[in-house]
């Protein structure tokens, strides 16, 4: 028998939520607020915005379909499963945040920002009904994002649908050898290394290569390959600054051997969710084997 679907819905927290947490109740908040010169209504408006967005991709699912919830601060401690369907309904960053879970299952993207539609939240909750019903017909459209994968020499790995930097935390000097694929090395002190996908290229890659005329072109969000970047590599009698950007293609791996304490890796901004690096070790960063599979 075939599995049945299960269509898993995420959302996060809203902000009128963080501010009811916080302050106890909505009106404490929003005296709060109005003592500042700001309002709590665009708040409300947003959280409305998300119910209703999710109350309409709900009644969407077919009859037959299982269910599920997770809102983004669960999103470590839930089990997708291979059948799954995950409609996520946010803005673009979200689905960053749940790429690094998945490993090929469908992503409907449901916009739900003022603002307008997103690249990667493309979608209105009206059309769910045709995209669920397209993904269990086996005539949904696809869209393959590339991500970016960081492994250590002891098998811990991270992935991440934008980019993975690696430095240290609170950006003080990261000093590694590094090692690119067409097998040179360098000794580095440096700001930290960003390597990025095509989907991360319009954000923090993008902005230190408008500083880098001379570094290659970046990735398109569907292009099987990397951009790397050295931020704010100094020279010194031990540390070179030669090798401060580049490319991955597939297969290939940029590597750097950690020379300092308290390196991390972490993936798409999210510091809490992190590969704690220790002098000595080698963490080796390419092209993931998973990707993010979204339906357009």
């Not at 947003?46 to 037959?64: E, T, Y």
Request: charged letters at 20%.
């Amino acid at each position: 028998m075939a599995q049945v679907p299960r269509a898993v819905f995420v959302h996060r927290q809203s902000a009128l939520q963080d501010l009811i947490n916080r302050h106890g109740t909505y009106n404490q908040g929003s005296f709060f607020l109005k003592q500042r010169g700001l309002n709590a209504k665009g708040m409300v408006d947003r959280a409305n915005i998300v119910q209703d967005s999710l109350a309409a991709a709900g009644a969407a699912v077919p009859a037959h379909w299982r269910r599920g919830a997770v809102e983004r601060g669960d999103l470590d401690r839930f089990l997708f499963e291979e059948h799954d369907v995950v409609v996520i309904v946010g803005q673009d960053g979200l689905v960053a945040n749940v790429a690094k879970y998945l490993d090929g299952q469908p992503v409907v993207g449901v916009n739900a920002d003022p603002g307008g539609a997103g690249l990667l939240t493309r979608h209105q909750a009206a059309d769910c009904v045709r995209l669920l019903h397209a993904v269990e017909e086996g005539s949904a459209r696809y869209e393959t994002r590339t991500m970016v994968e960081a492994r250590t020499d002891d098998g811990r790995s991270l992935c991440a649908l934008n980019e993975i930097f690696v430095g240290h935390p609170s950006h003080q000097t990261a000093r590694y050898r590094l090692a690119t694929p067409e097998g040179n090395h360098e000794q580095q002190a440096s700001s930290g290394v960003l390597v990025g996908t095509g989907t991360g290229s319009t954000g923090w890659c993008a902005s230190v290569h408008r500083a880098r005329p001379d570094a290659p072109g970046l990735p398109e969000p569907t292009d099987r390959r990397l951009a790397w970047f050295v931020r704010e590599a100094w020279p010194s009698p031990a540390t070179g600054t030669t090798l401060v950007h580049g490319t991955l293609g597939e297969g290939a791996v940029l590597s750097l051997t950690v020379e300092s304490e308290g390196l991390v890796a972490f993936g798409d901004g999210i510091e809490a969710d992190r590969l704690v690096l220790s002098w000595g070790e080698r963490v080796d960063i390419g092209i993931a084997g998973k990707h993010l599979r979204l339906v357009v």
